[in-house]
């Protein structure tokens, strides 16, 4: 028995059931194929359910998933059958929300494609390797944030485009000396 809480995937689609950003945490889903099959079908099996306002439940594939809508977006999060929906639903929350801060309440498919690197950044401060490390989304766009703008940061904290800005600065400065 798993004594700490274990995410499957975080997944945000658009409203077609298409990729957005998506994140698997366990070898339940093997290849790419199977992945996509599984969005597919967790897309067709939600999409005619009416969860805008509050998350929505649904057991589906042995899986427990947690849901919500906002505009042209999709947010899941997957657990195991018997895992806490109390905690996918915070963890949930947690995504949704820090999506919202980070687009600045713009939330729908176009803003979130411009803005995808804070997205996947997003994911990262939320879970990693299924194991649930925040929830409250001013703690995890704080963290975003923080990556985001440390030019400061030894390179092996930094994105790759951070990282390529930071050369390109160290080049420029050596140049001009």
Known sequence: MELCPLVKNILLLDSEGKRIAVKYYSDDWPTNAAKEAFEKAVFAKTQKTNARTDAEITMFDNYVVVYKFVQD?????????????????????????????????????????????????????IVDGGIILETDANVITGKVASHSMDAGAPLSEQTITQALATAREHLTRSLLK
């Not at 806490?84 to 919202?100: M, P, T």
């Open 73 to 125: 977006l999709h947010f899941f999060v997957t657990g195991g059958e018997n895992e806490n929906e109390i905690i996918l639903a915070a963890v949930l929350q947690g995504f949704y929300d820090a999506v919202g801060l980070l687009l600045r309440g713009t939330v729908d498919k176009k803003e979130a494609l411009e803005n995808l690197d804070l997205i996947l950044l997003c994911l990262d401060e």
